[in-house]
Antibody
Framework: EVQLLESGGGLVQPGESLRLSCAAS????????MSWVRQAPGKGLEWVSA????????YYADSVKGRFTISRDNSKNTVYLQMKSLRAEDTAVYYC??????????????WGQGTLVTVSS | EVVMTQSPATLSVSPGERATLSCRAS??????LAWYQQKPGQAPRLLIY???TRATGIPARFSGSGSGTEFTLTISSLQSEDFAVYYC??????????FGGGTKVEIK
């Protein structure tokens, strides 16, 4: 069974940093592209960042570019999201999600259960 | 950026009735469209990819259609477990990968 388990969320003050982790199991992680998608309270879904299977290609939403960094450790089957200079508008549940198999199949299946990040003073 | 627009924002349907949800792209995205279902307190679940291919384990009452800029998700006979929020997502032109704002299907 494919499983994704996020961790690392919590309450931080504006300007602080936080690192999220997503541990994967049940599939060949090194071959799979992964993304982070967030959902602010009561709002819709917003794609944040993606990382290719080999880890060489990374992509970011404009809203987080220069502040967030996605990375992965294929030996640990884990993808990370390092978040710096956090703002109140970054408050959201952060989901990690696996891309579909194969090039171009950039839908998300499955999703992790999410981890809540709250940025507040 | 490809902007995805879903309508209506809320759809009130009686159990057993058909529900038709729409998603429009600001430019042609071929058939590179996915649909997700999200229930309160849960992560989204993939329903449809490639505009019309059901994901593994998705009941046949869910169907997707369309190409280019106009897409539809149809739930043929609503069951109690289908009342949820539905999102479309394009993956034709990215970054960014973009979602529609969602359609809430509620009990009439």
């Amino acid at each position: 069974e494919v499983q994704l388990l996020e961790s690392g969320g919590g309450l931080v003050q504006p300007g602080e940093s936080l690192r999220l982790s997503c541990a994967a199991s049940g599939f060949t992680f090194s071959n799979s592209a992964m993304s982070w998608v967030r959902q602010a309270p009561g709002k819709g879904l917003e794609w944040v960042s993606a990382n290719g299977g080999s880890g060489g290609s990374t992509y970011y939403a404009d809203s987080v570019k220069g502040r967030f960094t996605i990375s992965r450790d294929n030996s640990k089957n884990t993808v990370y999201l390092q978040m710096k200079s956090l703002r109140a508008e970054d408050t959201a549940v952060y989901y990690c999600a696996k891309h579909g198999y194969g090039s171009g199949n950039n839908w998300f299946d499955p999703w992790g259960q999410g981890t809540l990040v709250t940025v507040s003073s | 950026e490809v902007v995805m627009t879903q309508s209506p924002a809320t759809l009130s349907v009686s159990p057993g009735e058909r529900a038709t949800l729409s998603c429009r792209a600001s430019q042609s995205i071929s058939s590179d469209l996915a649909w997700y279902q999200q229930k309160p307190g849960q992560a989204p679940r993939l329903l449809i990819y490639g505009a019309s291919t059901r994901a593994t384990g998705i009941p046949a009452r869910f169907s997707g259609s369309g190409s280019g800029t106009e897409f539809t998700l149809t739930i043929s006979s609503l069951q109690s477990e289908d009342f949820a929020v539905y999102y479309c997502q394009q993956y034709d032109s990215w970054p960014p990968l973009t979602f529609g704002g969602g359609t809430k299907v509620e009990i009439k």
